[in-house]
């Protein structure tokens, strides 16, 4: 036996369920133009929140580097990105050229590392880094000239870095203990890279001196720290989002040639309509073909002859010494370079950063008041202005039309042509507003373009349902579900 | 004004007597004829047995003597001298030397990678395998 009461609950609940599955159109149609301002925000932020946080089809990734490799190509790169670091960077490069015409086959010994370090020396660098691991030992009986060269280098005040293995899988030490028992700082050489491209950088690395903690500095910015202590570094969280240059070093230009001697031009000369077009189409064209950090060949050192070039280069740069061997397995693709680069003008490229913004590179995490907040919840944090701005507008929008009702109708034509503008303008509107936002956190706190740019699709999406009426239709069904009627039906009920 | 004045005056007295001492490497060599090793440019000249060999002896710069003919020149520029009767080489950077004939031109293909190709394979260094640690 049922008492009245289950028996009216039970036939609320069947009716609901009714309603549920056969809802009546013209109520949730009325219904639609009561939601409420609240709901609107939930439903956008919610769908935001979703897309931001679930990254559906890789969608937010894809959408992060692509956005931010045409970023570099067309705005930073060639506009906005100074070449104040590519004029203190330079890479003293050991290349196939280099060991051909100075017939030193690879591996070099250390006498001969300690020789270049010589020549390099003789020109007065800011600082020297090494980007060659010397790990293994082997049967050579001119380390101790290696050794030499760094007293050397400390006894003309100029900083030299090596750098250590990492994850060494039988327990080497990162650095030979002979080498390393002369007190040279050691950095990690680790890099972070993307489907093969370099677009970050970490912040932090191993520490092989056993201060420090368990991390110490990465070898960009520890560099940086070293070298310029002009520029306080900021307190940098996660990742570095590097923006490379596009405005390539002269000499590397100069230095071009084809295998027969012949000039060659780095990329293709074109003005900023024929690059927008081939960054999107045909991007390889878009794409230098030489590294942008000044290149000074090795053997141009180890001539020990005058060279306008290389005085202009060496005298108070920061060097990254490495090498661009085939077969070393030591390079990556880069946003702006068609070839695979070596991985010593990653290096190079972090602290052109670190020197053109001043110690406050672009990052992929933003802090506010002292809290850091990662990727996600900084792109969270982006929408919500957005998502009360276009729920705002909407709101407004609708009232606009309950009133419109009251007032002279156009044409069908009209019409049209005017719902077509508004809907134009509507969704400009949100991207406009999507990228000035964007645009404030990265001068402000210095997020860099791969992580707000989603928030800019994203806007245009949120503006696309709004057009459409999801939030209306979402609200109007539900409130439909829970019981609601529309005034006319209340009147005459 | 006055101190503007002064300054220049010295520096220019200053430039004209240091011109003789700039000249002077060159001037003094110029009974060797060719190739030849003016005077020691850093603090201390490392000597070689061979041109890719090792350090037998480093000089200091005073010591190191001056205006030596340069006999044979390496590919990977060492120069090689003839220091108190040994013949040794010498790392041009550590030196100043004269040149004759043209300066070698030093050009690069810069487009050094491939755009959708890598290397599959590792440059084989030339070193013992690494041993493990306490492994016999």
């Given at each position: ?61 894809l959408t992060q580097r692509y956005a931010q490799d045409i970023a570099n190509l067309l705005i930073t790169g060639p506009y906005l990105y ?112 993307y489907d093969?491209v370099a677009r ?41 989002e590097l923006v490379w240059g596009t405005k390539t ?16 031009p780095c990329s293709e000369e074109s003005g900023a309509l024929v690059r927008t077009y081939r960054a999107f189409f045909d991007k390889h064209t878009a794409q230098s073909a030489c590294p942008y ?40 693709f880069t946003p702006v370079n068609s070839r695979?680069q ?7 490229m ?81 991207f406009?507003?999507?990228l000035?936002?964007g ?9 860099s373009v791969a992580?707000?740019v989603e928030?800019v699709f ?36 | ?110 487009a050094?990678?491939?755009n959708d ?20």
């Amino acid at each position: 036996m049922t008492s009245p009461a289950m028996h009216s609950s039970l036939g609320r609940a069947a009716r609901t369920w009714e309603r549920a599955r056969r809802p009546d159109r013209a109520h949730v149609e009325a219904l639609k133009s009561r939601v409420p301002y609240w709901f609107v925000v939930l439903v956008l932020l919610g769908f935001s929140i979703l897309q931001i946080m679930l990254n559906p089809f890789g969608f937010s990734d894809l959408t992060q580097r692509y956005a931010q490799d045409i970023a570099n190509l067309l705005i930073t790169g060639p506009y906005l990105y100074p070449t104040t670091g590519r004029d203190q960077v330079t890479v003293a490069l050991i290349d196939e050229e280099s060991l051909h015409s100075l017939q030193m086959p690879w591996p070099w010994r250390y006498g001969d590392h300690a020789r270049a370090l010589g020549a390099l020396l003789e020109y007065r660098p800011k600082a020297v880094v090494i980007d060659f691991l010397f790990v293994d030992e082997r049967n050579d009986d001119t380390l101790s000239e290696l050794v030499d060269a760094i007293a050397r280098y400390k006894k003309a005040g100029v900083p030299l870095y090596f750098e250590g293995g990492i994850n060494l899988p039988y327990g080497e030490a990162p650095l030979l203990p002979k080498l390393a028992a002369t007190g040279v700082p050691i950095l990690d050489p680790s890099i972070e890279l993307y489907d093969g491209v370099a677009r970050q950088y970490p912040t932090s690395g191993h520490c092989y001196r056993g201060s420090g903690g368990d991390t110490c500095l990465s070898a960009a910015l520890q560099v940086f720290k070293d070298v310029y202590p002009q520029y306080p570094l900021a307190p940098l969280n996660d990742k570095i989002e590097l923006v490379w240059g596009t405005k390539t070093a002269p000499i590397n230009v100069k230095l071009n040639h084809d295998a027969n001697g012949k000039p060659q031009p780095c990329s293709e000369e074109s003005g900023a309509l024929v690059r927008t077009y081939r960054a999107f189409f045909d991007k390889h064209t878009a794409q230098s073909a030489c590294p942008y950090t000044a290149i000074v060949p090795i053997q141009a050192l180890m001539m020990g002859l005058e060279d306008k070039d290389v005085s202009a280069l060496i005298p108070d740069h920061v060097i990254f010494y490495g090498g661009s061997l085939q077969g070393a397995q030591d390079k990556s693709f880069t946003p702006v370079n068609s070839r695979l680069q070596p991985n010593v003008f990653v290096h190079a490229m972090a602290l052109d950063n670190l020197i053109s913004f001043k110690g406050r590179p672009q990052q992929n995490v933003m802090t506010v008041g002292g809290t850091t907040f990662s990727n996600n919840p900084a792109q969270i944090m982006a929408i919500v202005p957005i998502v009360l701005i276009l729920s705002y507008m909407h709101m407004r929008r609708i009232r606009w039309r309950q009133k419109k009702t009251t007032r002279k109708e156009h044409g069908a034509m009209m019409e049209w042509f005017l719902g077509k503008g508004v809907e134009k303008l509507w969704h400009w509107l949100a991207f406009f507003l999507a990228l000035g936002i964007g645009l404030l956190l990265a001068m402000w706190v210095g997020l860099s373009v791969a992580n707000w740019v989603e928030d800019v699709f994203i806007a245009v999406e949120l503006a696309a349902m709004l057009l459409i009426g999801v939030p209306d239709s979402f609200w109007g069904y539900l409130h439909h579900v829970a019981g609601g009627r529309p005034a006319h039906s209340e009147g005459a009920s | 004004m006055k101190r503007l004045l002064l300054i220049t005056l010295v520096a220019g007295a200053a430039s004209f007597c240091a011109l003789p001492a700039l000249a002077a490497d060159s001037n003094e060599c110029s009974s060797l004829s060719g190739d030849a090793v003016l005077s020691a440019r850093t603090p201390q000249v490392d000597l070689y047995d061979a041109p890719n060999g090792k350090r037998i002896k480093s000089v200091d710069q005073d010591k190191f003597p001056k205006c030596l003919a340069v006999t044979q020149r390496a590919p990977n520029m060492m120069l090689q001298v003839s220091v108190d009767g040994a013949v040794v080489w010498v790392p041009p950077h550590m030196v100043n030397y004269r040149l004759t004939g043209k300066k070698p031109a030093i050009c690069r293909n810069l487009a050094m990678g491939g755009n959708d190709t890598k290397v599959g394979a590792t440059r084989a260094l030339g070193e013992d395998c690494p041993q493990k640690v306490g492994a016999p």
